[in-house]
């Protein structure tokens, strides 16, 4: 099981992203910010051992831990480029909508399993943790996702 403070301090660091991003976009402020948040937040991935993703509303990835990336194959560039739909099979889309709109309308951490696909092509089972991530006026920002590898044990 993962850490329900691990979880909630990366979801808090999550948000704290997303909203200074919106806040001051592309200044030297949001970039000393993001500098200081982003440090505190890998250290947080790093110590749940498991993938962590950042996604906007259309799905669209933002960020992602060293973890995800290689479960993946991909880079954080080519990540930017992709939204988590796209690696994932589209037998899944329907109930991973039904488990993102949970999230929004508020259940603390949504729990489920499904399928990715690797940049080679390869699918492969992975258990995720989902949440919404929202500003102070409780409008959706995003999702945050906590993955790991089933295929891996």
């Not at 999550?14 to 937040?41: A, D, H, N």
């Not at 492969?124 to 409008?139: D, H, M, R, Y």
């Amino acid at each position: 099981m993962i850490n329900k403070e691990l979880m909630q301090e990366i979801r808090i660091m999550q948000t704290w992203i997303v909203e200074f991003g919106k806040l001051y976009p592309k200044t030297s402020k949001l970039e000393q910010v993001l500098r200081s948040v982003k440090e505190q937040y890998e250290i947080a991935c790093a110590e749940i051992e498991a993938g962590v993703v950042l996604a906007d509303m259309k799905g669209k990835i933002i960020d992602a831990n060293k973890i995800y990336r290689d479960m993946l194959g991909y880079t954080m560039d080519e990540l930017r480029d992709l939204t988590y739909q796209q690696f994932t099979p589209p037998r899944w889309h329907k109930l991973e909508e039904v488990f993102v709109l949970r999230a929004l309308r508020g259940e603390e951490y949504v729990r489920f399993e499904k399928e990715y696909i690797r940049k080679d092509g390869t699918v492969f089972p992975v258990s995720l943790t989902g949440w919404a991530i929202k500003s102070e006026e409780e409008e959706p920002l995003g999702t945050g996702s906590v993955v790991k590898d089933l295929s891996a044990k």
